[in-house]
């Protein structure tokens, strides 16, 4: 039987318990009802949620806001049909304005056999004074003139010889024709990509493109010609096919291929290629394999039939650069890491100068070439 000692010691042990219980129990009940008044008070004072913005959303809207007025949309008027079927259609793309007195950059599909041609600044401001400067003829670009304006906002340029993959891009355009900007995100998913385009701009034809931008930043009709962005608002590709066979990629020029031509039209209003006159084949795992080279990348001056690679009287030929060379860098810039040849040679404008380091008979050397002016035969 239990002194009167032990229970004593029962009962206080007891009521501990009871005051242990009931404090957890009032802190509890304390809680749910401060997330009740929470509750009841946001919606009491209307929070909505949409309206916080984090700091990354921050930094993409300020981006995007910078950028914008730089893009602009292309619009065409071209006859479509033959005979008495014919009828005017209009077409629509994206260009980027390139200097402050109306330059910009587009695609050569947005604005090949068109009769008319406008563009739609981002503010929605229409100017119909437009012309077709010129084209590249061996890549997918083209160049406008907007006449009678000045103080333009202008694009900034970046390196697209530096772009990483899995780095962030921001694809902006005149998504669907619609003449105003959109904006989709994503990375960088591949490097020097060829591919076969098709759009509805082009018609029954078709590009073949070599050393493109890929990214899953959705391109959509109508982005034809528009920046492909990184983090920084620099453009580091213009945007310009989609591929149909394949889900959420698309590809852009890079930027580092046009800059040439661009120096060259805002400085002398005409569009001229820079020339070498060498056919070549990028060096790649198969071709490294084939040929039993000793180096991972660059180009094999390597002609595609008989004859020479090295056209005859060409700055090529004049430099002294032979059939079986591998081009392994244009200046201080690697090829195959940095661009391939063409895009790094596209840096620059006729007349200029240029060092290539070749290696020949497994031995390496620099040749100094003037870069000429691309004709087409």
Do not use: C
């Amino acid at each position: 039987m239990a002194t009167g000692r032990q229970k004593r010691v029962a009962v206080t042990v007891l009521v501990l318990v009871v005051l242990v219980w009931s404090g957890v129990g009032l802190v509890m009940l304390a809680r749910w009802w401060d997330d009740q008044r929470s509750q009841t008070s946001s919606l009491e004072r209307g929070v909505d949620g949409n309206t916080t913005i984090t700091k990354e959303e921050a930094n993409l809207a300020d981006l995007v806001k910078k950028v914008s007025p730089t893009v602009v949309s292309v619009v065409t008027t071209q006859m479509s049909g033959q005979g008495y079927f014919q009828q005017e259609v209009e077409g629509a793309g994206t260009g980027i304005v390139i200097s402050s007195d109306g330059y910009i950059v587009t695609n050569k599909h947005v604005v090949s056999g068109a009769r008319t041609v406008q563009v739609v600044m981002s503010d929605g401001t229409r100017h119909s004074d437009v012309s077709v400067i010129g084209a590249d003829p061996l890549n997918d670009i083209a160049f406008l003139k907007m006449k009678g304006v000045k103080d333009l906002p202008v694009a900034s340029l970046g390196d697209s010889g530096t772009v990483r993959v899995g780095q962030n891009a921001i694809a902006i355009g005149n998504s669907l024709g619609q003449y105003q900007n959109t904006v989709t995100s994503g990375i960088i998913s591949g490097l020097g990509r060829p591919v076969t385009a098709a759009s509805s701009e082009l018609g029954s034809r078709v590009e073949s493109l070599t050393d493109l931008l890929q990214t899953d930043a959705a391109i959509n009709p109508g982005n034809s010609g528009g920046p492909l962005i990184n983090m920084a608002g620099q453009v580091i590709g213009i945007n310009t096919a989609i591929a149909a066979d394949a889900q959420g990629i698309g590809f852009a020029i890079p930027i580092n291929a046009a800059k040439g031509l661009i120096r060259g039209v805002i400085a002398h209003g005409k569009v001229e290629k820079a020339y070498v006159g060498v056919q070549y084949v990028a060096i790649t795992p198969d071709i490294r394999t084939q040929y039993d080279l000793s180096v991972k990348q660059g180009a094999l001056v390597r002609a595609s039939g008989s004859g020479s690679a090295v056209v005859s009287g060409s700055p090529a030929d004049k430099a002294g650069v032979k059939d079986g060379d591998i081009i392994t860098k244009v200046n201080d810039k690697v090829v195959g890491e940095q661009g391939g040849f063409g895009s790094l040679v596209a840096e620059f404008m006729p007349g200029e100068k240029i060092e290539l380091t070749i290696i020949r008979d497994g031995k390496e050397r620099q040749i100094s070439l003037t870069l000429g002016t691309y004709t087409e035969s």
